[in-house]
C-alpha cells in the first residue's frame, strides 16, 4: 500500500495529524486500497477495448461485435485461447477463400499444426504431346549437389524417380507427385484427390524439448546410445519453428512431426545444432561437465544412418538414426568423458515426467523451519553452494528432520540419477522430492549390485508422514513398508510400466509393480495426478486410493501372454482387492479389482474391473467391459448406452445375441499405440467407436486425454471451414499424428 493520497494533503494538516498519532494516515490508508482496486479496474477497462490485452472473458464480447460465431469453449482446459482467432477475423475475411488463409485458420481454431493441400492440384491429366504444360516444384535444398536432390519433378503423370526426396514424400502432407482421380469422399485414407476436394493435415502431438540429457548406453553395441535415457528406440521430433510471415503454407519445419530420415539426410544442418532453433545435438562432455566444456559434434562430422542392427560408422564419424533415437561412435571413439544430447519427444498431452510448465504444482520453502536443497551434477547459477548437491542420496543425508521437519529437494536438471534410497519418515516430518520447473530428470533405482532396485519407506510412526514426487522419470519401483507414511502424493511423475524398458521396446520386468505398499497401512492415502504409473500392490485396508488424469498400466508379458494383467489389486494374482479408489480422467491397462469404486468418472477400463463392494460408488461416462466387469451403478456407459438404444429400438424384441456381441466389439476402445515408449501411446485411434471418443460428459473422448478435447476441436474446424471454405469444395481433415 502507498501513500499518495495521504502525501496529497497540506502539509499543515500532516503535521497535525503526526501529533494525534496519524489517525488520518489510517483512514487514508483505507481508502487508499479502494482507490487502487478501483483504479486497476479502470485500467482494465481501457484494456479490454483491445483483443491482444484483453481478459479472457471478454474475448467472446469481441467476437460479437465482429460478428463472429464463438466455438466450442475449450480454453478452460488451458489448450489454446480464441483470442488468436478473434484477433484474425477480419484478416480471414479480406482473404477467405485463399489456401493459405485456410491454412491458418486450421491451425489458429484447433491450436495444432496444420498443412493444407489443394489436392486438384495433385491431379494427373492426358496431354497433347505439342502443348505439354510443365508445372515445376522447386528444389527445397538448393545446396545441396545435384546428384543427390535433381531439381525437380514435373507433374505431367509421371514421378520424377531420379529425386529420393519426391518419391520419399509419396502418399504424404507434402507430396508433390501427381495421382489419379479418386472419387470417394475424403477421410483419413481414401479419396484424397478429386476435382473439388481440399485437405487439411493436422499434428496432434506435441514437440517436448530435452537439453542435457544423458543418453542410455546401448547393451548391444560398446559405443551405441540411446537419445532417450529410458534405453529404448523411439523416434526423435522436430523443434516446430513459426511460419515465416512472407510464407504461404507450412513446411516440415514448422509442425511438430517426427524426424523424417531422408529430410534430415538431406539437409542435416536444418534440425542439428546448438541453439532454441535446432532439433537435435550431440556433445562430447557428461553432464557433470561444465556446459561451456561441452564441445558440441560438428554438423559435418554426423552422418544419417540406419542403426537398426547398430551398424558401426565410419572413423572420425558419429551416425545418428533419426527414426529410433539412436547414436553410434565409431568402435573405440567414445568420448572418455561421457555424452551428452539434446532433442525433443513427442507425446499426446502434459503428462507423466515431462519438461513442460509445472509452476502451480512445484513446492516451496514457505518457512525457517523447512530445509531446502538443490540437487544437480552441475551448480546452478544463484543457487548457494552450501545448499547444492550432486545425489539425491547425499540432499537426503543432510537434512535434519528434527530441527527442520519438512524438506524440499528440487533436481534442477535433466541429467540421470543412479539412486540406492531408502526413506524413514516420522510423524509430522513431509519430504519433497520433485524436479524443477520443464526439467525432466531420470531417477534410475538400482541396489548396491546396480540391478533395478526401490525407493523404500520405512520405519517410524507414520501416520502423519508425508511424502511427495514431482515431475520425475523413475525406473525402479517403490515400496512403502508397515505405518512407515500417512500419506504420499505423486503428480506429473512416470513410473517406467514395467520398471525400465528394453532395447526391444518391451518392458524388462512386466510383472513388477510400479508402487507396493505393505498389508498394514490402514492410514495410508495415496493420491497420483497427470502421471503414469504401473501396477499398484495395495491393500483393501488403506486409507484410500485417488488417481486423476493419469495412465495406470500393466504390460503385457509378451513371454507369457496367458499371465493375468492385474493393474490395481492387493496382489498380481487379484485374489484379494485394493483399497477403496476413485478414478478421474484415466485411461487403464490390465484389470481393476478394488474393495470400493467411490467414483469412476471418464475412464477408459481395457479390461475386466471388479468392486468388492456395489452398494456404494458410482460408474459415469466410461467405457466398461459388461461382460466380465462387475460395479456399482452404472451412468451413461459404453457399452450398456449402446446396448440400450438399440433395445429401445427394438422393442419389445430383445436385442439378438449376435448384434449385441458386434456392438460390444465394436464399442472396444483401439489405440494407436497400446505400449509405453511411444509417441502415441495411449492415445484412440480413429478406428474407436464415435460414441467411446465423444462420450465423456462435456463430449469429449473417454480417458487421460479428455481434457485435450480432440472432438470439439476437430468440429470448432468444420464449423469455420464451412464459413470461409470457397462454394463447391469439400474439406478433408486428415490425422498425420
Not at 537435435?280 to 564441445?295: K, N, Q, S
Not at 467414483?599 to 461382460?627: K, M, N, P
Not at 494407436?672 to 471418443?693: C, D, F, I, K
Amino acid at each position: 500500500m502507498t501513500d499518495r493520497l495521504y502525501t496529497l494533503l497540506p502539509a499543515v494538516y500532516r503535521i497535525r495529524d503526526a501529533e494525534e498519532g496519524e489517525p488520518l494516515r489510517a483512514l487514508l490508508g483505507i481508502l487508499e486500497e479502494e482507490f487502487e482496486r478501483l483504479e486497476r479496474d479502470t485500467a482494465g477497462l481501457y484494456d479490454d477495448l483491445f483483443i491482444e490485452t484483453s481478459a479472457e472473458w471478454v474475448v467472446p464480447y469481441l467476437g460479437d461485435l465482429l460478428g463472429v460465431r464463438m466455438l466450442h469453449t475449450v480454453e478452460s482446459s488451458g489448450i489454446y485461447s480464441q483470442r488468436a482467432f478473434v484477433a484474425n477475423t477480419l484478416g480471414y475475411r479480406r482473404r477467405k477463400g485463399t489456401l493459405a488463409m485456410l491454412e491458418d485458420l486450421a491451425r489458429d481454431v484447433t491450436g495444432w499444426g496444420a498443412h493444407a493441400v489443394a489436392f486438384f492440384e495433385l491431379l494427373g491429366w492426358t496431354q497433347h504431346l505439342n502443348h505439354l504444360r510443365y508445372e515445376t516444384t522447386p528444389n527445397p535444398y538448393p545446396h545441396r549437389p545435384e546428384r543427390l536432390n535433381p531439381p525437380a519433378v514435373d507433374r505431367v503423370g509421371t514421378v520424377n524417380l531420379r529425386s529420393l526426396d519426391v518419391v520419399d514424400r509419396v502418399n504424404g502432407p507434402f507430396d508433390v507427385c501427381t495421382h489419379t482421380v479418386d472419387v470417394r469422399r475424403p477421410v483419413q485414407h481414401e479419396g484424397w484427390h478429386n476435382i473439388r476436394n481440399l485437405g487439411f493435415f493436422l499434428w496432434r502431438l506435441q514437440s517436448y524439448p530435452i537439453s542435457g540429457a544423458q543418453p542410455a548406453p546401448s547393451q548391444d553395441y560398446a559405443d551405441g546410445f540411446h537419445f532417450s535415457p529410458r534405453g529404448q528406440p523411439a523416434p526423435l521430433f522436430t523443434n516446430p519453428l513459426r511460419k515465416p510471415a512472407d510464407a504461404a503454407h507450412a513446411t516440415e519445419r514448422n509442425v511438430a512431426a517426427p524426424i523424417r530420415p531422408l529430410a534430415f539426410f538431406q539437409d542435416p544442418a536444418a534440425y542439428y545444432g546448438d541453439g532454441a532453433d535446432h532439433s537435435l545435438a550431440v556433445y562430447r562432455g557428461g553432464p557433470d561437465v561444465a556446459p561451456e566444456d561441452r564441445v558440441l559434434v560438428p554438423v559435418e562430422d554426423v552422418l544419417c544412418k540406419d542403426l537398426s542392427a547398430w551398424s558401426p560408422p565410419p572413423p572420425g564419424v558419429v551416425a545418428v538414426d533419426v527414426r529410433l533415437g539412436r547414436i553410434a561412435f565409431a568402435p573405440g571413439e567414445t568420448p572418455a568423458n561421457g555424452v551428452t544430447v539434446d532433442y525433443h519427444y513427442g507425446f499426446s498431452a502434459d503428462l507423466g515426467g515431462g519438461p513442460y510448465d509445472r509452476r502451480t504444482t512445484i513446492e516451496t520453502a514457505t518457512s525457517d523451519d523447512d530445509f531446502a536443497i538443490t540437487v544437480a551434477k552441475i551448480q546452478p547459477d544463484g543457487v548457494d553452494p552450501l545448499l547444492w548437491r550432486t545425489t539425491i542420496a547425499d540432499a537426503i543425508a543432510d537434512w535434519d528432520p528434527t530441527a527442520q521437519p519438512r524438506a524440499v529437494l528440487t533436481v534442477a536438471d535433466n541429467a540421470t540419477y543412479d539412486e540406492d534410497l531408502t526413506l524413514s519418515l516420522e510423524a509430522g516430518q513431509h519430504l519433497v522430492i520433485q524436479a524443477d520447473n520443464r526439467n525432466r530428470p531420470t531417477l534410475r533405482l538400482r541396489d548396491g549390485g546396480g540391478a533395478l532396485s526401490v525407493l523404500t519407506c520405512t520405519g517410524g510412526a507414520g501416520d502423519e508422514a508425508i511424502l511427495t514426487l514431482g515431475g520425475l522419470l523413475i525406473e525402479g519401483s517403490l515400496r512403502i513398508d508397515a505405518d512407515s507414511l500417512g500419506r504420499l502424493e505423486i503428480r506429473h511423475c512416470t513410473l517406467v510400466p514395467g520398471r525400465a524398458l528394453g532395447e526391444d521396446r518391451r518392458p524388462l520386468q512386466p510383472a513388477a509393480p510400479s508402487l507396493d505398499v505393505d498389508t498394514d497401512n490402514g492410514a495410508l492415502d495415496v493420491s497420483i495426478e497427470s502421471s503414469i504409473t504401473g501396477a499398484l500392490r495395495m491393500p483393501a485396508a488403506m486409507g484410500g486410493l485417488t488417481l486423476r488424469d493419469s495412465i495406470l498400466d500393466r504390460p503385457e508379458d509378451e513371454a507369457d501372454p496367458a499371465a493375468p494383467r492385474t493393474a490395481l489389486a492387493a496382489d498380481d494374482a487379484a485374489d484379494d482387492p485394493g483399497p477403496p479408489t476413485t478414478f478421474e480422467r484415466v485411461t487403464v491397462f490390465g484389470t481393476v479389482y478394488a474393495r470400493q469404486l467411490t467414483l469412476a468418472s471418464e475412464v477408459l477400463f481395457t479390461q475386466a474391473v471388479r468392486a468388492q463392494r456395489r452398494q456404494a460408488g458410482c460408474v459415469r461416462f466410461s467405457y466398461v467391459d459388461d461382460l466380465v466387469s462387475v460395479t456399482p451403478r452404472r451412468f451413461r456407459c459404453q457399452p450398456d448406452l449402446a446396448l440400450e438404444v438399440r433395445r429401445k429400438q427394438l422393442a419389445p424384441a430383445p436385442v439378438p445375441p449376435v448384434e449385441a456381441a458386434q456392438i460390444r466389439s465394436r464399442m472396444r476402445p483401439d489405440f494407436n499405440e497400446a505400449r509405453y515408449g511411444q509417441p502415441a501411446y495411449a492415445q484412440l485411434s480413429r478406428n474407436t467407436a464415435e460414441e467411446v471418443r465423444t462420450g465423456a460428459e462435456d463430449g469429449s473422448e473417454m480417458g487421460v486425454f479428455e481434457p485435450l478435447k480432440q472432438p470439439q476441436r476437430e468440429a470448432n474446424l468444420r464449423v469455420r471451414l464451412d464459413e470461409y471454405m470457397p462454394y463447391g469444395l469439400e474439406a478433408g481433415i486428415i490425422y498425420v499424428t
